[in-house]
Nanobody
Framework: QVQPVESGGGSVQAGGSLRLACAAS????????MGWYRQAPGKQRELVAL???????NYPDSVKGRFTISADNAKNTLYLQMNSLKPEDTAVYYC?????????WGQGTQVTVSS
């Protein structure tokens, strides 16, 4: 079973940047869609970035232009570069590596943005 491990969370002030990383020991890394999701207290988990096997990316309007998803397949690592962070970006961030349409979730990493 794939077990992604996220890192890179922390606390920043509004306007700051963070880069999250998600590493996984899995064969065929990058051959399936991968994504970053977040869940704030009392809210449902939501998608913040998705990358397909072809490298196509997708973002919701709330983060478009501020967040960038990328993957280094040689290192089996997925990244999320987050710029111009806002207090409403505060959440636990999870990476998801899809296999046969089923997401394999990491344990999550906390991102806190103060105003």
């Amino acid at each position: 079973q794939v077990q992604p491990v996220e890192s890179g969370g922390g606390s920043v002030q509004a306007g700051g940047s963070l880069r999250l990383a998600c590493a996984a020991s899995v064969s065929g890394f990058g051959l399936n869609p991968m994504g970053w999701y977040r869940q704030a207290p009392g809210k449902q988990r939501e998608l913040v970035a998705l990358i397909t096997a072809r490298g196509n990316t997708n973002y919701p309007d709330s983060v478009k232009g501020r967040f960038t998803i990328s993957a280094d397949n040689a290192k089996n690592t997925l990244y999320l570069q987050m710029n111009s962070l806002k207090p409403e970006d505060t959440a636990v961030y999870y990476c998801a590596l899809f296999q046969a349409g089923v997401p394999n979730w990491g344990q999550g990493t906390q991102v806190t943005v103060s105003s």
